[in-house]
Nanobody, 123 residues
Framework: VQLQAFGGGLVQAGGSLRLSCAAS????????VAWFRQAPGKEREFVAG????????RYADSVKGRFAISRDNAKNTLYLQMNSLKPEDTAVYYC?????????????????WGQGTLVTVSS
């Protein structure tokens, strides 16, 4: 599967953005998908993920209650709705996928990655 993330941009603190990740292929529904982010000088970290069945969703503690992950298998698209954004949310956001998996929290849990989209939150 090939992934392409988009929707990033510049937003003020407290604002909202919705990221999208478009997937190629006909088997998107068989992939667990997730969002990670990487801030300058920091390691890539897990943000949110959803299992291939859709039955399991997990969030990083830092985004719980503010971000919502969802998927539309008919459109082969993964979403991340980000509300109440903070300057510390500034990072490049990546989508990732792994077939027939649960929600992994590590980068090594995913075999496929999108190119990333930059989110900048100004104070």
């Amino acid at each position: 599967v090939q992934l392409q993330a988009f929707g990033g941009g510049l937003v003020q603190a407290g604002g909202s953005l919705r990221l999208s990740c478009a997937a190629s292929g006909r088997t998107f529904s068989t992939y667990a998908v997730a969002w990670f982010r990487q801030a300058p000088g920091k390691e890539r970290e897990f943000v949110a993920g959803i299992s291939w069945s859709g039955g399991s969703i997990r969030y990083a503690d830092s985004v719980k209650g503010r971000f919502a992950i969802s998927r539309d298998n008919a459109k082969n698209t993964l979403y991340l709705q980000m509300n109440s954004l903070k300057p510390e949310d500034t990072a490049v956001y990546y989508c990732a996928a792994d077939q027939y998996s649960g929600v992994g929290l590590r980068t090594t849990s995913y075999n496929y990655w999108g190119q990333g989209t930059l989110v900048t939150v100004s104070s």
